[in-house]
T-cell receptor, first 115, second 113 residues
Framework: DTGVSQNPRHKITKRGQNVTFRCDPISEHNRLYWYRQTLGQGPEFLTYFQNEAQLEKSRLLSDRFSAERPKGSFSTLEIQRTEQGDSAMYLC?????????????FGPGTRLLVL | GENVEQHPSTLSVQEGDSAVIKCTYSDSASNYFPWYKQELGKRPQLIIDIRSNVGEKKDQRIAVTLNKTAKHFSLHITETQPEDSAVYFCAANPNFGNEKLTFGTGTRLTIIP
């Protein structure tokens, strides 16, 4: 499968615990995006990387959230001290830089439930 | 920042009829407008996109129109089929897609057999 992959697909955790999600983009894509989607809403931008550089972070990304892409390949999104309001689908997308290659391809998402 | 509004939130159409979904955006700098289809429990998938230098684009039964002056764009699906039932999201971006997408709130389309 050469598409974007995410792990785990589902995560149930207790409030206050830390969780980490992983995204593996399409191999030749140098841009990687994280979005959050709650029920009945469109995806909301969280952050994105070009190679290993994190270029933009949304105000939605509080201090409890951190994302990395250490070698410009896979990325991790960590949520510390989870809250019930963090329950959502976390989507990763990747694209190639440059005009004509801007299509963002999404992964299947990680569904997080905070109890 | 960019704000995208999408209407209607739900749409039911008889099989074979056409469906139209409309979006407006606020940032006149936006120049890339993709449409994604999301089936229940699945990832969003791009179905068509349009850039600001084009007023209309068509791909088989799907077409998108863009009115830059009015800052709105629309998705048209003709000869609808049951497999068109899904949630559709419009989005806008100010750098030909090379940055974050701002999404609308989605339209749940139901095709009635």
């Amino acid at each position: 499968d050469t598409g974007v992959s995410q792990n785990p697909r589902h995560k149930i955790t207790k409030r206050g615990q830390n969780v980490t999600f992983r995204c593996d983009p399409i191999s030749e894509h140098n841009r990687l995006y994280w979005y959050r989607q709650t029920l009945g809403q469109g995806p909301e931008f969280l952050t994105y990387f070009q190679n290993e550089a994190q270029l933009e972070k949304s105000r939605l990304l509080s201090d409890r959230f951190s994302a990395e892409r250490p070698k410009g390949s896979f990325s991790t999104l960590e949520i510390q001290r989870t809250e019930q309001g963090d329950s959502a689908m976390y989507l990763c997308a990747s694209s190639a830089a440059g005009r004509g290659q801007e299509t963002q391809y999404f992964g299947p998402g990680t569904r997080l439930l905070v109890l | 920042g960019e704000n995208v509004e999408q209407h209607p939130s739900t749409l039911s159409v008889q099989e074979g009829d056409s469906a139209v979904i409309k979006c407006t955006y606020s940032d006149s700098a936006s120049n890339y407008f993709p449409w994604y289809k999301q089936e229940l429990g699945k990832r969003p998938q791009l179905i068509i996109d349009i850039r600001s230098n084009v007023g209309e684009k068509k791909d088989q039964r799907i077409a998108v129109t863009l009115n830059k002056t009015a800052k709105h764009f629309s998705l048209h699906i003709t000869e609808t089929q049951p497999e068109d039932s899904a949630v559709y999201f419009c989005a806008a971006n100010p750098n030909f897609g090379n940055e974050k997408l701002t999404f609308g709130t989605g339209t749940r389309l139901t095709i009635i057999p």
